[in-house]
């Protein structure tokens, strides 16, 4: 069975640019989830895709915006980048809807804004 | 409105002794909560679970976390470390909203494990 996997590892960007971070789901599972973890701090919860529609919103801005593909597989767009967006995002992917205690969490993508 | 709040930021403890990491919560409603642990480079990874049954969970690894509701606490426990053990963990709230359940993650402890 394949776990959760995410691409690419590391990314540096500059500030303005717009950025694409992907993830595959673990096989079978149509929930996926995306947080943001700054340095030093928890994860926060950005969004969930549920069968390719928005399923839930954390507190971040419009220009945090997601895809879910037919396969099940997400990806994670932030246009006009800030330093602030510097973080690991993790993505996570769960069997069925809302089950939260069932996310399966990938080893995530370290992005760098300067 | 949810929160949770991870009393320490490290813990330190000796191989072979027992570890204790707080968490206390705030929430409006009947919460789940939970303890994730993240190692160096690896994803974060389920240690247990409280979903409304019993109020002592036990999980993965020999860890175990008891949900006092007077208290509003969800501390984690282990009667003896490992110097595996030696990772970042969170405690996570979550209640169910509208037909959401947006997780809270705490801001971790770092547990440390010497030899």
């Known amino acids: 069975e394949t776990g959760v996997t995410q691409s690419p590892t590391h990314l540096i960007k500059t500030r303005g640019q717009q950025v694409t971070l992907r993830c595959s789901s673990q096989s079978g599972h149509n929930t996926v989830s995306w947080y943001q973890q700054a340095l030093g701090q928890g994860p926060q919860f950005i969004f969930q895709y549920y069968r390719e529609e928005e399923n839930g919103r954390g507190n971040f801005p419009p220009r945090f915006s997601g895809l879910q593909f037919p396969n099940y597989s997400s990806e994670l767009n932030v246009n006009a980048l800030e330093l602030d967006d510097s973080a690991l995002y993790l993505c996570?992917?769960?069997?069925?809807?809302?089950?939260?205690?069932?996310?399966?969490f990938g080893p995530g993508t370290r992005l760098t804004v300067t | 409105a949810q929160s949770v709040t991870q009393l320490d930021s490290h813990v330190s403890v000796s191989e072979g002794t027992p570890v204790l990491l707080r968490c206390n919560y705030s929430s409006s409603y009947s919460p789940s909560l939970f303890w994730y642990v993240q190692h160096p480079n690896k994803g974060l990874q389920l240690l247990l679970k409280y979903t409304s049954a019993a109020t002592l969970v036990k999980g993965i690894n020999g860890f175990e976390a008891e949900f006092k509701k007077s208290e509003t606490s969800f501390h984690l426990t282990k009667p003896s470390a490992h110097m595996s053990d030696a990772a970042e963990y969170f405690c996570v709230v979550s209640v169910s909203s509208g037909g959401s359940y947006i997780p809270t993650f705490g801001r971790g402890t770092s547990l440390i494990v010497h030899p």
């Open positions: 996570a992917s769960s069997p069925e809807g809302w089950s939260f205690y069932e996310q399966y």
